[in-house]
């Protein structure tokens, strides 16, 4: 990829990543150490990404039922599109059998047919970056005063953020002409103070680690609003 010749010969370029839960935060440095030998005019996209940990195989990955994977599937989208990734698609829509008989796979936005196809947390938040985005949408790039808690991204008029700490968070956009923030957080979280909920999402099964999701709105007030602990949504 370090050639003229390669480049002129490629329209777009994908790579796949899987990260251990602790080292997450390595994504950062995956997407500067590809972007930077990739010619700018040449997109670049995470054609297919998810978190392991020890419990994980090519077929097994209990964790991506867990509000966790929500949170950092919405972290590492947001950081990659600030650093200048032009796409994203997660691995996988649907818990699927492999050809010739194989293990059923796991992997999905929702849970298999015995299950009662639970969504897992993780598509709600995948839900909102499909419906609420559209192919050659610009990206714009967010400056945040400390990102691996709070972190935005905006894709043409949709502002996408993350609260990846324990703590609620007072969140300024500023010039932003939104009105209210759609808020998701884990069944059971306290709403903030001056939001309101809107319903309750598909409950999960705790038992098997699957929590439900709970959906509200929080008005904006003079360009702020509160993020509670661990919570992700959009404005626009």
């Keep these: 990829v370090r ?7 490629a329209d777009l370029y994908a790579s796949h990543v899987y990260l251990k839960r602790d080292a997450r ?48 599937s919405a972290a590492l989208v947001i950081e990659g599109l600030n650093r200048g990734v032009a796409g994203f698609s997660i691995w996988c829509l649907q818990e699927v059998y492999y050809p010739g008989g194989g293990p059923r796979m796991n992997y999905g936005l929702w849970r298999f047919g015995a299950e009662d196809w639970m969504p897992k947390p993780v598509y709600h938040l995948w839900a909102n970056f499909s419906r609420l985005t559209a192919a050659g949408d610009t990206v ?15 894709v043409g008029d949709t502002f996408f953020w993350v609260n990846q700490s324990e703590d609620a968070v007072e969140v300024e956009i500023q010039e932003t002409q939104a009105t209210d ?12 103070e001056n939001g309101t909920p809107l319903d309750t999402l598909p409950q999960g099964d705790p038992a098997m680690d699957a929590p439900g999701v709970q959906r509200a709105i929080a008005p904006i007030v003079v360009e702020r609003f509160t993020a509670p602990p661990r919570s992700f949504g959009y404005l626009r």
């Design 140 to 154: 714009r790039v967010v400056n945040t005063t400390d990102a691996t808690r709070v972190n935005g991204a905006y």
């Design 25 to 72: 935060t390595l994504a950062t440095e995956f997407f500067v150490d590809h972007l930077s030998v990739l010619q700018e005019a040449t997109p670049w996209v995470v054609a297919e990404f998810g978190f392991q940990d020890g419990e994980s195989s090519h077929a097994y990955n209990p964790l991506m039922a867990s509000w966790d994977y929500a949170i950092w």
């Design 181 to 192: 923030a759609v808020i998701y957080v884990s069944a059971g979280t306290i709403p903030p």
């Design 3 to 9: 050639t003229p010749e390669y480049h002129a010969a």
